[in-house]
């Protein structure tokens, strides 16, 4: 007898383990749900020939879907399947979410333990793998083209903060999340994902140094998430477009690691425009330029409710309103508190050793936050922990 097991009016493979959990979830589940046999045929079973990335979610494949579409299978480490329902929640969520400078979420995988997300691919990578490669990529981005990009991931983030109802704090803006499509426009990759990791488990995005130089110093250290935080992150990218480098960089003397640290030292010389990439051979509008690092300044205030919106943000970039100069002030710097790491390698920093402006307060546990910063000598090796509610 033909059997044809049906699944909520899905139907799955026969070899599907039910669970009622899943089952349940599944039920009210509205973007495509693929079985694991599908995405392991449309990756060639996983193999390591496709494999594109690796992130603190997972692991990352390329596969051609049944209908001949290229997808990134985002295969997500989380052994636990526990939160089911809340996985799905959000998934649905996220897979309403479109606009231009978003990626699109095509689909996901939820059976046994497995809980994989499919996405679309983007052909040019990310800008951390091109941009800011330091030479490893053939693309070359020229001035307009990076002014393109930057409006574009600002769109994206304006939309996510401003339209979105309620309102998505992504959490984790950096050039790895920045993809690039054939004609390089800029998708912002890993929308509302950290809402999907179970709430024990941190998610340590710590691969890159570089990473730590994102982070907002109200967030490093108190915990304190707010769509402010994606602002200052915005602001720090901004100046990596702009300089084609990356925030940190241990290699550089001193003065010159942190690329906040530098844009303000520069800015108050007035000689900003030497921030600017050099392999653009001059090929760039000096005072537009200068415009982006000051915006990038007011981005990563250290009073977040200095820094302006994202709506703001692209009008400025855009040239519909001005910069207002006289609100500059010295950016927050997390090096500050990692210079307090480096002179104390080896002991667990206690939040009351940070300096006084960054002092965690009994409000700050009230969000169920915990902070562990472990030290080590320098930038490079430092193991980063936050542990965040899941609940903002
Ligand atoms: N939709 C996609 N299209 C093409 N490549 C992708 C896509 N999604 C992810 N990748 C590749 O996989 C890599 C890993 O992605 P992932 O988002 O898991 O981690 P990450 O952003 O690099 O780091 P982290 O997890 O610390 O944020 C990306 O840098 C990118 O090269």
Not at 40 to 46: E, G, H, T, Y
Not at 256 to 270: F, H, N, P, V
Request: net charge neutral.
């Amino acid at each position: 007898m033909t059997c044809f097991p049906f699944l909520f009016g899905k139907k799955v493979s026969s070899d599907v383990r039910r669970d009622p959990e899943i089952d349940e979830g599944l039920s009210g589940i509205r973007i495509k749900v693929y079985t694991y046999k599908q995405l392991k045929i449309a990756s060639d079973n996983f193999s390591p020939a496709n494999k594109i990335g690796e992130g603190g979610f997972g692991s990352v494949f390329k596969g051609v879907l049944k209908d001949g579409k290229v997808a990134a299978i985002k295969v997500l480490s989380t052994e636990s399947k526990q939160g089911v329902k809340e996985f799905l929640t959000e998934i649905n969520v996220i897979s309403e979410i479109q606009h231009e400078n978003l990626v699109i979420l095509y689909g996901c995988c939820v059976e046994g333990d497995h809980r994989i997300l499919v996405y679309n691919y983007l052909e040019n990578n990310s800008l951390a793998q091109t941009l800011l490669a330091g030479g490893h990529s053939n693309l070359y981005f020229d001035w307009q083209t990076r002014c393109r990009i930057c409006i574009g991931v600002a769109r994206g983030l304006a939309f996510l903060h401003e339209e979105v109802q309620p309102h998505i704090v992504h959490r984790d803006i950096k050039a790895s999340n920045i993809l690039l499509d054939k004609d390089l426009t800029p998708k912002i990759s890993d929308f509302g994902l950290a809402k999907l990791i179970p709430s024990y488990m941190s998610h340590v995005s710590t691969r890159v140094a570089g990473t730590i130089g994102y982070l907002a110093p109200e967030y490093a250290i108190r915990g304190q998430l707010t769509r402010k935080a994606d602002i200052y992150s915005f602001g720090v990218l901004l100046v990596e477009i702009v300089s084609g480098r990356t925030n940190t960089n241990t290699r550089l003397p001193m003065g010159d690691q942190y690329i906040l640290e530098r844009t303000w030292e520069l800015y108050e010389r007035k000689e900003l425009v030497q921030l600017v990439d050099i392999s653009l051979n001059g090929g760039f509008n000096a005072e537009e330029a200068c415009k982006y690092l000051k915006i990038a300044l007011l981005c990563t205030q250290d009073t977040p409710k200095h820094r302006p919106t994202m709506s703001s943000v692209v009008k400025m970039l855009t040239a519909e309103m001005d910069v207002n100069e006289s609100k500059i002030t010295k950016p927050g710097l997390i090096s500050d508190v990692m210079d307090l790491k480096i002179r104390e390698p080896k002991k667990k920093i206690g939040l009351e050793t940070f300096p006084s402006s960054y002092n965690a307060s009994s409000s700050s546990d009230s969000q169920g936050t915990t902070i562990s910063l472990a030290a080590s000598s320098a930038a490079t090796t430092s193991t980063f922990t936050l542990k965040h509610d899941q609940s903002m």
